[in-house]
Nanobody, 119 residues
Framework: QVQLVESGGGLVQPGGSLRLSCAAS????????MGWYRQAPGKERELVAA???????NYADSVKGRFTISRDNAKNTVYLQMNSLKAEDTAVYYC?????????????WGQGTQVTVSS
């Protein structure tokens, strides 16, 4: 089992910045990709950004150039630096990690952290 704990959400004005952190603990061997998803009220959960074990990255078009995902394998932590925030970035942000064990892939989620962009 892998436990993911997010932190860093909050209220920020449009144009502001926040940095989300997600710390992994437990059976963290063979964690492959980690990523951030978000879900706004009345909408489906969507991928925001992902980073592989080789640090290749993938971003939703809506956040390219504004958000940066990174990971510190020594600390088992993934970060999401969010700049130039917009009202439409308001959502609950979830950390995700997948773990490959033999022929199986296990998917883990954090509890979510609220990000609200409002003046």
């Amino acid at each position: 089992q892998v436990q993911l704990v997010e932190s860093g959400g909050g209220l920020v004005q449009p144009g502001g910045s926040l940095r989300l952190s997600c710390a992994a603990s437990g059976s963290i061997f063979s964690i492959n990709a980690m990523g951030w998803y978000r879900q706004a009220p009345g909408k489906e959960r969507e991928l925001v950004a992902a980073i592989s074990s080789t640090t290749s990255t993938n971003y939703a078009d809506s956040v390219k150039g504004r958000f940066t995902i990174s990971r510190d394998n020594a600390k088992n932590t993934v970060y999401l630096q969010m700049n130039s925030l917009k009202a439409e970035d308001t959502a609950v942000y979830y950390c995700n990690a997948d773990q490959i064990v033999g022929a199986f892939t296990f998917d883990y989620w954090g509890q979510g952290t609220q990000v609200t962009v409002s003046s």
